[in-house]
């Protein structure tokens, strides 16, 4: 399975944004599909997650309330609505997809291109 993300862009403080990744295959139930950034500068972070195998969610905890993962099955997509934005969430966003029934994964198998983000104050 290959991921393509997209959505990234320059927003304000307090905007929003969705971003986008669409698998070249079909996701199977036995997976976890998440999102990852990276700032300039730091470690890659994890953002959010959903397991495919029953739509649970999980996030980092400062983007809970904020940000939102979901997935269609029939669209082998997964989204990240991004809201109430803050300078601190400039990062390049990555998707990536782990064969596991359960979370967390020991590891993600696939990983998308990035996307930037970047949120101007």
């Known amino acids: 399975v290959q991921l393509q993300a997209s959505g990234g862009g320059q927003v304000q403080a307090g905007g929003s944004l969705r971003l986008s990744c669409a698998a070249s295959?079909?996701?199977?139930?036995?997976?976890?599909m998440g999102w990852f950034r990276q700032a300039p500068g730091k470690e890659r972070e994890f953002v959010a997650a959903i397991n495919w195998n029953g739509d649970s969610t999980y996030y980092l905890d400062s983007v809970k309330g904020r940000f939102t993962i979901s997935g269609d099955s029939a669209k082998n997509t997964v989204w990240l609505q991004m809201n109430s934005l803050k300078p601190e969430d400039t990062a390049v966003y990555y998707c990536?997809?782990?064969?596991?029934?359960?979370?967390?994964?020991?590891?993600?198998?696939?990983w998308g291109q990035g996307t930037l983000v970047t949120v101007s104050s």
């Open positions: 990536a997809g782990a064969a596991s029934y359960y979370y967390p994964p020991i590891g993600y198998d696939y």
């Open positions: 295959g079909r996701i199977s139930r036995g997976s976890v």
